[in-house]
């Protein structure tokens, strides 16, 4: 592999974390990452027999010095050959997983550089695995892979082929190593851990690669669907997302494989369906802001580029205002709701589909139509309780339990700020807290202040003084539906991420973690695809929305971009035939994953419905989605209807009044009235040649989508919503 495919990137000073793995830092490689990483000597290398690659029960290695006057010595624990280390003067032979490292000595020393092949050794039962997905293969060489602390390990990467399998003894598309940790806050708690991982190179310094045709980076992260039993709704989020324009992370389902042992690869070491992902940073190709570098300290480069979030606020550590940033009297995002001016309304759709929270546990006692209890599977003998084992079946592989408390570990808490208005907690994600100095700190910090001091001013509206100038509203409006979309329960208030640019306004996304979503939660009424999720949140759980619906320009862009994306990416055949095929990809791998995982038919917490099969998990959410779309569609006004007779347009509408221009311009003008073209309604319109028709409806105070007629077809709101 060259430079295009591998980029290294030499780190000043790797952090602190990185320190302690030093002994083993340099751990797990091969060939192809070598090629890159390596120093080079045109002595300098020992011949591998055979090289790098995966082999049933064990493998003989022959270890080759390129001179009579050289001697090759080696070491099989991770360590770099130095003179006290064995010459390799007989065959070596390799019954567990190992990693080779070499290097060439003369009577002087070493001669060349370290070179390290890995040997992957299968159990015999694996030797035939194959599938129709990618695979991944883990080895931490007998390391526990931790939480806070990452570990080196080998990352073998293999694609499906021309037949359109990936085998465990397939050639290997990318064979490397990286560091590596378990990742998730509330999702340690189940027994499939996700993990984080950082492609390193022989010297221990960061390299980027190009996994599963993914543009290349050294962050990437292997999600472990485990209560969402679809195991798709994150990979349809971040579709749906980049479908609307916005940058979302890339995925791949894959089959993972993680040998913490130090043995052979075993069955049991078989892991199950994952979702490889980018992880959320700034990048050309992840979140495409410009880099802030530290001496970036002057407007306008300190204006950007940042990513932040907001998040669960238990991992939220204060401490002095000099060490991180916090201000004295910051509330948690579940606190009681700020007073600031929110009026009666507040929604395009106001009052339709409104619903008092509840904590859900006085559901079963409600009258919710076909999405009742009675809609959902009896509860297994699983229940909510944490550390309720799983009932054995006899044919998973391993130890299967829900949670695992006894192995939960509390992340450790980030850094951030509170804001000064409505005290909303926000942490710090790129550039990280330790690389940002306190000018830019203090930068990004007073900006999302001024922000909330333009938002809650009498003059918000005002394209120059108000919101508007801080930040995008179409970015805040596509990020809201696709939470209210999908009801993810989470959407709003965790893992919710910002951007800034360089002289830019502040964007809402990319989005992440949307497990809890498109049915799959008990809480804030995520199993019932009717009402909004938003008016159980308070103002800080729906950080600034209330008050950006005040501004009816804002909840009018509302109406008209649901109406766009309802006849393209969310019109229901596009979306039920997204889910099938998706549903046909994973039908092979899902059977494994679940005998894996033997959890169908077993009450995983938060689920709400219960299905006995992988069929009936998927049927179940298609149902669901179909339903909250037709939901969505009954909470705003129809467009008119238009047809053509006798060389004439006819609008039609129930109710309410049907405003129309002839030039293309909008019938309602900002604010809310009809604009100074704009004509009502009352009879048929003669066809003309230069006619560009746009039409509203609108009854009271509300306006529907517009319809548009440009002499050749008619663009409605409500043409191809095809569940209407």
């Known amino acids: 592999m060259g430079e295009p495919s591998l980029i290294r990137r030499r780190l000043n000073a790797r952090p602190a974390r990185w320190a302690k793995v030093g002994l083993v830092g340099l751990l797990l490689t091969s060939a192809a990452t070598l090629a890159a990483s390596a120093p080079r000597g045109p002595e300098a290398q020992p011949v591998f027999v055979p090289p790098a690659g995966t082999f049933t029960n064990q493998v003989t290695v022959h270890l080759k010095a390129p001179t009579p006057e ?96 990936a085998a465990l003894t397939s050639a290997a598309t990318f064979d490397g190593r990286a560091l590596i940790c378990l990742r998730g806050r509330s999702s340690l708690r189940y027994p499939k851990r996700s993990f984080n991982l950082r492609l390193i190179d022989e010297l221990g310094d960061l390299i980027k690669a190009p996994l599963l045709g993914l543009p290349a980076d050294w962050d990437w992260v292997l999600y472990a669907p485990f209560p969402d039993k679809t195991l798709m709704r994150d990979v349809l989020a971040c579709e749906w997302s980049r479908q609307m324009g916005r940058y979302a992370s890339r995925t791949r389902f894959v089959e993972v494989f993680v040998n913490e042992s130090g043995t052979r690869l075993r069955p049991e070491d078989y892991r199950g369906v994952y979702v490889l992902m980018e992880k959320v940073k700034q990048g050309r190709h992840r979140v495409n802001i410009d880099a802030l570098g530290p001496g970036d300290l002057t407007e306008p480069q300190v204006t950007g580029g940042y990513i932040f979030k907001k998040d669960h606020p238990d991992i939220f550590e204060p401490g002095p205002v000099e060490a991180n940033g916090f201000r004295e009297g910051g509330g948690g995002t579940s606190g009681p709701r700020f007073g600031f001016p929110t009026g009666p309304g507040g929604f395009p759709a106001d009052p339709a589909g ?21 809609n959902r599977s009896p509860d297994g003998p699983m229940t909510n309780r944490i550390g309720t084992p799983l009932p054995a079946d006899g044919k998973s592989v391993g130890p299967a339990r829900l949670v695992r408390e006894d192995e939960f570990r509390r992340p450790p808490a980030l850094e951030g700020w509170t804001t000064r208005l409505t005290t909303n907690q926000f942490y710090f994600v790129d550039p990280a807290p330790d690389e940002l100095n306190p000018v830019q700190r203090a930068w990004l910090m007073g900006y999302v202040d001024a922000l909330e001091q333009a938002l809650y001013g009498p003059e918000f509206r005002d394209p120059v003084r108000g919101y508007a100038a801080y930040l995008d509203p179409d970015s805040f409006i596509d990020y809201h539906l696709l939470v209210e979309v999908t009801k993810n329960v989470d959407g709003f208030r965790f893992s919710t991420f910002y951007h800034k640019d360089r002289n830019g306004r502040l964007q809402m996304g ?75 990809l994973l039908d092979e791998a899902q059977k494994r994953n679940f005998q894996r995982w033997p959890i169908l038919g077993v009450k995983v917490p938060p689920n709400y419905y219960v299905g006995q099969t992988y069929a009936d998990e998927v049927n179940w959410m298609k ?20 047809s053509l007779q006798d060389g004439r347009l006819h609008l039609q509408a129930p109710t309410g009044t049907i405003y129309f221009s002839l030039d293309g311009t909008d019938p309602r003008a900002p604010g809310g009235q009809p604009s100074a073209q704009a004509k009502a309604y009352t009879e048929p319109i003669p066809i003309q040649p230069s006619l560009r028709l746009v039409a509203r409806r609108r009854l009271d105070n509300r306006w529907s989508a517009p319809t548009h007629y440009d002499g050749t077809e008619v663009n409605a709101g409500s043409k191809a919503a095809d569940s209407r």
């Open 354 to 374: 409104f619903l008092p929270a509840w904590t859900g546990r006085d559901r079963e006692s409600r009258s919710e139509g076909r999405w009742a209890r009675a």
């Open 510 to 584: 990319p989005i992440w973690d949307w497990n809890l979503s498109l049915g799959n939660a008990t809480g804030k009424q995520g199993w019932n695809p009717q009402y909004w999720l938003w008016p159980q949140l308070d103002d800080q759980e729906y950080t600034w929305f209330r008050r950006l619906f005040e501004d009816p320009d804002f909840a009018q862009r509302y109406v008209d971009r649901w109406a766009q994306l309802r006849r393209t990416i969310w019109a229901t055949s596009n979306v039920l035939a997204q889910i099938d095929a998706l549903a046909q």
């Open 70 to 165: 050289t001697v090759v010595r080696f070491t099989l624990d991770g360590t770099e050959p130095t003179l006290a280390a064995p010459v390799c003067s007989n065959a070596i032979t390799l019954t567990n997983c190992a990693l080779v490292r070499a290097r060439v000595f003369d009577a002087q020393g070493p001669v060349g550089p370290v070179v390290s092949q890995a040997y992957l050794v299968l159990e015999p039962a694996l030797a035939g695995f194959d599938s129709n997905l990618p695979l991944i293969v883990l080895d931490s060489a007998g390391a526990e892979v931790p939480f806070a602390l990452r570990v080196p390990a080998l990352v073998r990467v293999i694609e499906p082929g021309a037949g359109g399998r």
């Open 623 to 642: 149902e669901w989605t179909a339903t909250r779309l037709a939901w969505i569609d009954k909470q705003f006004l129809p467009p008119p209807h238009i």
